[in-house]
C-alpha cells in the first residue's frame, strides 16, 4: 500500500512540477517524458483549463494528499497497536473518497483531444492502494488497549495542514504573480539618434 502511495505521489509530483516549469517558460511544451506525439501528451493536457479545475493544480491536489495519506500512515502505525485499527479505518474511508474524486478527473481528461498517461497511472496506484487499505483493514483485529484522543487530533490536524498548507501557498504565490511569466509592454521611447515620428527638427547652427 505504501509503494502504491509513493507512486502517486511521485506522479503527481511530476504533474505539478511540470504544470509550473510549463507556465513560468522553464520547459518548452513536447519535451516532457510522456509527450509522444499529438495525441499523447501530458503537456498538452497541462496547458488545458481542465489541469486546473480546482483553482490550484490537479496534481497539486494528489500530491499533498498522498503525502498526507503516507505521513498518517506511517506515523499512525508507530502510536501502537490500539492505534492500529482506526488508523486503517480512516486511511480506507478517504482512499475511498478519492477513487470517487478520480471518476471526476477522468470524465476531465476524456474530453480532451490529448491523453496523459501518468493521469491513468496515478489513478491505478490509488485503487491498488484504497484495496490495500481495506485489505488491511479487516485483517486488524480490535484491540483493547486505551488510545488517546489528543494524539490523534494532533496526527489529523498535521495531516490537514499538509494538505491544506500546499494548497494555501500556492494559492499565496499566484496572488502576488510568482507563478506567473510577467509580459511586459514594449517601450514607448523612441530609438536612440533617432527622431520621434512627425517631431519637428531642430534647425542646425551655422
Not at 486546473?52 to 499533498?64: D, E, H, I, S, T
Not at 490495500?132 to 483493547?144: D, N, Q, V, Y
Amino acid at each position: 500500500m505504501v509503494g502504491a502511495l509513493g507512486v502517486a505521489a511521485v506522479d503527481s509530483g511530476y504533474l505539478t512540477w511540470r504544470y509550473l516549469a510549463l507556465r513560468l517558460d522553464f520547459v518548452a511544451p513536447g519535451s516532457s517524458i510522456c509527450s509522444w506525439s499529438r495525441y499523447v501528451d501530458c503537456d498538452l493536457v497541462l496547458l488545458t483549463p481542465q489541469a486546473n479545475a480546482f483553482y490550484v493544480p490537479n496534481g497539486l491536489l494528489g500530491f499533498a494528499f498522498y503525502i498526507g495519506c503516507i505521513v498518517w500512515w506511517i506515523v499512525g502505525n508507530q502510536l501502537g497497536p490500539a492505534y492500529r485499527r482506526h488508523v486503517t479505518r480512516t486511511l480506507a474511508f478517504w482512499l475511498a473518497v478519492a477513487v470517487v474524486v478520480t471518476l471526476r478527473f477522468f470524465w476531465l481528461l476524456v474530453q480532451l483531444p490529448v491523453f496523459c498517461p501518468l493521469c491513468p497511472l496515478n489513478h491505478l496506484a490509488t485503487y491498488i492502494a484504497s484495496g490495500a487499505s481495506l485489505f488491511i483493514f479487516r485483517k486488524t483485529p480490535e484491540s483493547g488497549g486505551q488510545t488517546k484522543p489528543y494524539v490523534l487530533f494532533a496526527l489529523v490536524v498535521s495531516c490537514v495542514a499538509i494538505f491544506i498548507g500546499l494548497q494555501a501557498i500556492w494559492l499565496a504565490a499566484d496572488a502576488k504573480g510568482l507563478l506567473r511569466v510577467p509580459r511586459h509592454p514594449a517601450s514607448s521611447k523612441p530609438a536612440i539618434g533617432r527622431p520621434r515620428p512627425n517631431s519637428p527638427q531642430k534647425p542646425t547652427s551655422r
